[in-house]
T-cell receptor, first 114, second 111 residues
Framework: EAQVTQNPRYLITVTGKKLTVTCSQN?????MSWYRQDPGLGLRQIYY???????DKGDVPEGYKVSRKEKRNFPLILESPSPNQTSLYFC?????????????FGSGTRLTVV | QQQVKQSPQSLIVQKGGISIINCAYE??????FPWYQQFPGKGPALLIA?????SEKKEGRFTISFNKSAKQFSLHIMDSQPGDSATYFC??????????FGEGTQLTVNP
């Protein structure tokens, strides 16, 4: 089954404790992206990657890092999480750049930073 | 700075009614306008998309209407069903660049 797998689904952490949210896709997509979803703000792009070792900032990159060492994996790293990063996070991949033709989204990671 | 403005924020419709969600954009370079549907606990999924060379696209009960001169596009759900209850997002991009999403509309269809 074609899918994007994120882990964990739920995470509660404390301010300043580094964490990584993993994302893996099995569709051989070159384009991958991270979004955060907040009420009233919709989905905002954090980082995206057009291919292995090619990443770039989205609209809200502050406080986040990403890496793309393999085509299938695109982890999101919060090196020093803060409460304003409490949000619902989605990883997505697409065959074409920028989600053309449709993104496949993961099921989401709900992060709470206390 | 929200480049795609979506309204209403929430919508309640009776079963069998028509649901209408509107989006407006400013960037005239946008050339791809998808709508995504999101059920609770799930990621968004592509529902229907349109390019600006057509004014309307229909897939089953779902129709996108596009008004290039007004820089607006809308989603119409005909014969709305309780199973359509979800959050809907419009989005836009230019030439395969980053997809910008609207704020989302929570649709509730009452039985």
């Amino acid at each position: 089954e074609a899918q994007v797998t994120q882990n964990p689904r739920y995470l509660i952490t404390v301010t300043g404790k580094k964490l990584t949210v993993t994302c893996s896709q099995n569709m051989n997509h070159e384009y991958m992206s991270w979004y955060r979803q907040d009420p009233g703000l919709g989905l905002r792009q954090i980082y995206y990657s057009m291919n292995v070792e090619v990443t770039d900032k989205g609209d809200v990159p502050e406080g986040y890092k990403v890496s793309r060492k393999e085509k299938r994996n695109f982890p999101l790293i919060l090196e020093s999480p803060s409460p304003n990063q409490t949000s619902l996070y989605f990883c997505a991949s697409s065959l074409l750049t920028g989600g053309l033709g449709g993104y496949t989204f993961g099921s989401g990671t709900r992060l709470t930073v206390v | 700075q929200q480049q795609v403005k979506q309204s209403p924020q929430s919508l309640i419709v009776q079963k069998g009614g028509i649901s209408i969600i509107n989006c407006a954009y400013e960037n005239t370079a946008f050339d791809y306008f998808p709508w995504y549907q999101q059920f609770p606990g799930k990621g968004p999924a592509l529902l229907i998309a349109i390019r600006p060379d057509v004014s309307e696209k229909k897939e089953g009960r779902f129709t996108i209407s596009f008004n290039k001169s007004a820089k607006q596009f809308s989603l119409h759900i005909m014969d709305s069903q309780p199973g359509d209850s979800a959050t809907y997002f419009c989005a836009a991009s230019a030439s395969g660049s980053r997809l910008t999403f609207g704020e989302g509309t929570q649709l509730t269809v009452n039985p």
